[in-house]
């Protein structure tokens, strides 16, 4: 696993975190793309390198219409601007100058047995008038939406992802893990969870017990642990047999992932507020869809066994 050096230290200066950052999230895009083109034997990632009118740009890599992965992307980007009006209100922020970088990527499996799947790692800074820097901090995470109840999965997904945590900090994974299944929620659909969960955290500044660098190096540690995380459901749930109304189904859940992407989530609407590049923004978007009016599945069918688990989050480590 591909760690950076972690130090002691809490004082690190903007500078180098931000070159840190930068250089892990586009190693991270590099190798990431490659183990997801190996594994789908097809699909090759475009790659798309774009400019920010309001100040900075990214890459975006887009694989559609793999054996394996009907579309996947992970994006990086590297942005800067003005604080505007509106971020102020939807982003309850401060300051007059801000920069951001990241990673995020979203998955989209072909087989309806296998999980889709999002991660995203950021760091963001904020400065005043005089470009002297007041606030900075770190983001990021990753969940798992499964379209079908398969609990090794589950608790193999969950399991690496403590142990990434459990590097730095035991009491991380509750936490993230519990933020995050009160994060990835459609509260629009009496609080039915988007999927099953993973780790999310947010706002995370240095401390004395956790400096930049180690936030940096945890970002990476779970950034390369979604490897172990995810690959191996892949290789062992792609050539399972599925059926036309599995496919529905699969179609009629990746509805509510548009509904939590375009309603509530932060990344979505920051970009959106930040004049960021709509393509790149959208590219967690499922290439199809399914809204049909006030579909329910069968009473103890699978579908319904799914839709039990979003309504109460389970301890999937402790199984």
């Known amino acids: 696993m591909k760690l950076l050096k972690i130090t002691n230290s809490s004082v690190v200066m903007s500078t180098s975190v931000k070159e840190q950052f930068v250089t892990m999230i586009h190693e991270l895009q590099d190798h990431l793309c490659s183990v997801l083109e190996?594994?789908?034997?097809?699909?090759?990632?475009?790659t798309d390198t774009w400019e920010r009118s309001g100040g900075g740009g990214g890459i975006t890599r887009v694989m559609s219409n793999g054996t394996v992965f009907?579309?996947?992307?992970?994006?990086?980007?590297?942005?800067?601007?003005?604080?505007?009006?509106?971020?102020?209100?939807?982003?309850?922020?401060?300051?007059?100058?801000?920069?951001?970088?990241?990673?995020?990527?979203?998955?989209?499996?072909?087989?309806?047995?296998?999980?889709?799947?999002?991660?995203?790692?950021?760091?963001?800074?904020?400065?005043?008038?005089?470009?002297?820097?007041?606030?900075?901090?770190?983001?990021?995470?990753?969940?798992?939406?499964?379209?079908?109840?398969?609990?090794?999965?589950?608790?193999n997904f969950h399991t690496v992802y403590k142990q990434q945590c459990d590097l730095f900090d035991t009491s991380f994974y509750p936490s993230f893990k519990q933020s995050c299944d009160t994060y990835f929620v459609n509260k629009h659909r009496n609080h039915e969870a988007r999927g099953v969960g993973?780790?999310?955290?947010?706002?995370?500044?240095?401390?004395?017990?956790?400096?930049?660098?180690?936030?940096?190096?945890?970002?990476?540690?779970?950034?390369?642990?979604?490897?172990?995380?995810?690959?191996?459901?892949?290789?062992?749930?792609?050539?399972?047999?599925?059926?036309?109304?599995?496919?529905?189904?699969?179609?009629?859940?990746?509805?509510?992932?548009?509904?939590?992407?375009?309603?509530?989530?932060?990344?979505?609407?920051?970009?959106?507020?930040?004049?960021?590049?709509?393509?790149?923004?959208?590219?967690?978007l499922p290439p199809t869809v399914r809204f049909e009016y006030h579909d329910k599945p069968t009473a103890n069918s699978p579908e319904a066994q799914l839709l039990a688990v979003l309504q109460q989050p389970k301890n999937w480590v402790k199984l």
């Open 70 to 155: 009907e579309k996947a992307g992970i994006n990086t980007s590297v942005v800067y601007g003005t604080v505007t009006d509106a971020m102020r209100k939807q982003l309850n922020i401060s300051g007059e100058q801000w920069f951001a970088c990241g990673i995020s990527s979203v998955i989209h499996p072909a087989n309806p047995w296998v999980p889709t799947v999002h991660f995203n790692y950021r760091y963001f800074e904020l400065y005043d008038a005089a470009g002297t820097l007041i606030d900075y901090w770190f983001g990021g995470g990753a969940d798992l939406t499964p379209y079908y109840l398969l609990e090794e999965d589950i608790i």
């Open 198 to 284: 993973g780790i999310f955290y947010d706002y995370k500044r240095p401390t004395n017990s956790m400096s930049a660098n180690n936030w940096i190096a945890l970002a990476s540690a779970c950034g390369y642990g979604f490897v172990a995380a995810y690959m191996p459901i892949v290789q062992k749930r792609k050539q399972q047999a599925f059926t036309a109304q599995q496919k529905h189904w699969q179609e009629i859940r990746r509805g509510r992932y548009v509904e939590f992407n375009l309603v509530h989530d932060r990344g979505t609407l920051f970009g959106l507020h930040t004049n960021g590049r709509t393509e790149s923004i959208l590219m967690s």
């Open 38 to 46: 190996r594994e789908d034997g097809d699909g090759i990632f475009i």
